[in-house]
Nanobody
């Protein structure tokens, strides 16, 4: 069964950290472009970060230098380290996978994990 399952979300105070993980089954993360998206209530979904098969990364300006995306081949997972969290980072976070990066948003999606940042 091909699926992505996110974990690691939770509630944290401003300035805190979290580490999200996306466990993949049925695909090898090494062979896919993968990324993290988020959607806050009343807002459009936005791409947070992506990593391609060559481990090249791209980040949204709003998370640059605070978030780090990585793949773990041994665990076959996609991770997102969130540091220096702000209240505006509160959202449901989703991971996605697609063979080709330009079509990432139309690929395989997980069910999401909630991140809540409070002051």
């Amino acid at each position: 069964q091909v699926q992505l399952v996110e974990s690691g979300g939770g509630s944290v105070q401003v300035g805190g950290s979290l580490r999200l993980s996306c466990a993949a089954s049925g695909i090898s993360v090494s062979d896919y472009c993968m990324g993290w998206f988020r959607q806050a209530p009343g807002k459009e979904r936005e791409e947070v970060a992506r990593i391609d098969v060559g481990s090249n990364t791209r980040y949204a300006d709003s998370v640059q230098r605070r978030f780090t995306i990585s793949k773990d081949g041994a665990k076959n997972s996609l991770d997102l380290q969130l540091n220096s969290l702000k209240s505006e980072d509160t959202a449901m976070y989703y991971c996605a996978a697609q063979v080709s990066c330009p079509y990432l948003s139309s690929g395989l999606w997980g069910q999401g994990t909630q991140v809540t940042v409070s002051s």
